[in-house]
């Protein structure tokens, strides 16, 4: 990765950091959508230079940075251009050289939780065509209620408790369903670069991007 340009996030009163998150890494999101190969991958990672997970401390900050092997590639991703309905929130450097010095590197990786309740009832919904709103906030009778006295009968999946997720997360609207969902991000530091490449959010399970 020897080339970036960095995007940087100005929330103001009106209109909060996390909102802009949404909407900034959605016009990304096409973006990358637009590039994969007939592989599915990306050519293009992403890398948050302020991410911080650390405790209850957890966000992305307010700076991204997009990297590429090469000049051409981020040339014709054309990040101003795609960002140009909101350059009144963002500010986008040009293209710059890698710097020679630096802090190491990092995997951004994609994570799903499992136990999250919008994603359990995303397939509930799914299995029984239903809409996401419906879902979460429906009553589901359990078919078997067991002889504990104490096993519930029914559940929503709205009432069901948020797991404590250790990551930063941004909202987006999936293109395909149009349903919103949490792109969970986690962050690994690693002392050695691994080449590969980038999913459609720009983030790999094993590619890098350099730290400065």
């Avoid at 096993?151 to 990551?167: A, E, G, H, T």
């Avoid at 691994?194 to 890098?208: D, H, I, K, P």
């Amino acid at each position: 990765m020897r080339f970036y340009l960095e995007i940087t996030l100005l929330p103001d009163p009106e209109v909060g950091l996390n909102f802009l998150w949404s909407k900034v890494f959605q016009q990304l999101h096409l973006g990358f959508v637009e590039m994969l190969d007939a592989d599915k991958r990306g050519a293009i990672g992403v890398g948050f230079p302020k991410y911080r997970a650390d405790g209850k401390r957890l966000g992305l900050g307010d700076k991204c940075r997009l990297f590429a092997e090469d000049e051409a590639t981020l040339e014709r991703f054309s990040a101003q251009q795609r960002l140009a309905r909101l350059s009144d929130y963002v500010h986008c450097t040009g293209i710059r050289a890698v710097p020679d010095k630096l802090l190491g590197y990092a995997v951004y990786r994609r994570v799903q939780p499992k136990t999250n309740p919008e994603r359990l009832a995303r397939r509930y919904a799914k299995r029984h065509g239903l809409d996401l709103a419906t879902a979460l906030n429906m009553t589901v009778e359990l078919r078997e209620a067991g002889e504990n006295p104490a096993y519930p009968l029914s559940f929503r999946y709205c009432d069901m408790l948020k797991p404590s997720v250790p990551w930063p997360f941004i909202r987006l609207q999936s293109l395909s369903g149009g349903q919103t969902f949490c792109l969970w991000i986690a962050k690994t530091e690693v002392v050695a670069p691994v080449a590969g490449g980038f999913s459609a959010y720009g983030l790999s399970s094993v590619a890098t991007v350099p730290e400065f």
